[in-house]
């Protein structure tokens, strides 16, 4: 009975890890996204990931959207509010590339619509 007990507790569970996956259908990672980054941009581009809304851009309408230890820079569109913090949210918009004087030159998000999930 512990054998059987155990087969059908590892067989779910390895149906439920390989069927569950972090990133949402229809989006793609943060680090694919920054894998070649000359390739995608101006492309436009869904991302899912955790706001991290307390940095040193948060004035100037920029957060962090975290995948796990990997992020990027999202602007926020004109008249939107950030985002609360720690909170996961669906970023949509154009990757682009850009010099700034507080974090040097990054790869963000031009954000035309942020949502929460």
């Avoid at 087969?7 to 949402?24: I, Q, T």
């Avoid at 706001?51 to 939107?80: C, H």
């Amino acid at each position: 009975m512990k054998k059987l007990f155990t087969a059908a507790f590892l067989g779910l569970w390895l149906m439920f890890s390989l069927g569950c996956s972090s990133v949402p259908p229809g989006t793609m990672t943060i680090k694919d996204a920054l894998a070649n980054p000359e390739d995608q941009l101006g492309a436009e581009t869904v991302l899912v990931g955790m706001a991290e809304t307390r940095t040193e851009m948060s004035t100037f309408g920029m957060f962090k959207l975290y995948q796990g230890n990997d992020f990027i820079w999202v602007t926020l569109p004109e008249g939107t509010e950030e985002p609360p913090q720690g909170i996961d949210v669906r970023v949509s918009g154009i990757l682009q590339q850009k010099e700034f004087t507080i974090i040097g030159e990054v790869y963000y998000i031009l954000a035309a619509k942020v949502e929460m999930e």
